[in-house]
């Protein structure tokens, strides 16, 4: 059984940066990645690192927030540049698929998740 443990969340004034991890325990190799979800809105995926630590990220994040992994054990999310619009809570989820361009942002095809972290922005 994979569990997946978020820490690192926060508060933090806009332009600041925080740093988001996941630790991973279980066995085997997975797709990781960041989804994050405002109250009253769909699950949002941010960042996904998958095996050969190919990295995809959604629009609003590209050249802000960079995924890293060790072996897989742990999962981070490093998020500079931070505004208001990034202050949701921010899930980690592993997939047991290879996934690719086209399916890394579907919460559909993640099997595990963490019971996320906070992130708040004040502006």
């Known amino acids: 059984q994979v569990q997946l443990e978020e820490s690192g969340g926060g508060s933090v004034q806009a332009g600041g940066s925080l740093r988001v991890s996941c630790a991973v325990s279980?066995?085997?190799?997975?797709?990781m990645a960041w989804f994050r979800q405002a109250p009253g809105k769909e699950r949002e995926a941010v960042a996904s690192?998958?095996?050969?630590?190919?990295t995809y990220y959604t629009n609003s994040v590209k050249g802000r927030f960079t995924i890293s992994t060790d072996n897989a054990r742990h999962v981070d999310l490093q998020m500079n540049g931070l505004n208001a619009e990034d202050t949701t809570k921010y899930y980690c989820?592993?997939?047991?698929?290879?996934?690719?361009?086209?399916?890394?942002?579907?919460?559909?095809?993640?099997?595990?998740w963490g019971q996320g972290t906070q992130v708040t922005v004040s502006s």
């Open positions: 989820a592993a997939s047991r698929w290879l996934l690719n361009g086209d399916t890394w942002d579907q919460s559909g095809y993640y099997h595990y």
């Open positions: 279980g066995n085997g190799r997975y797709s």
């Open positions: 690192i998958d095996i050969y630590n190919i």
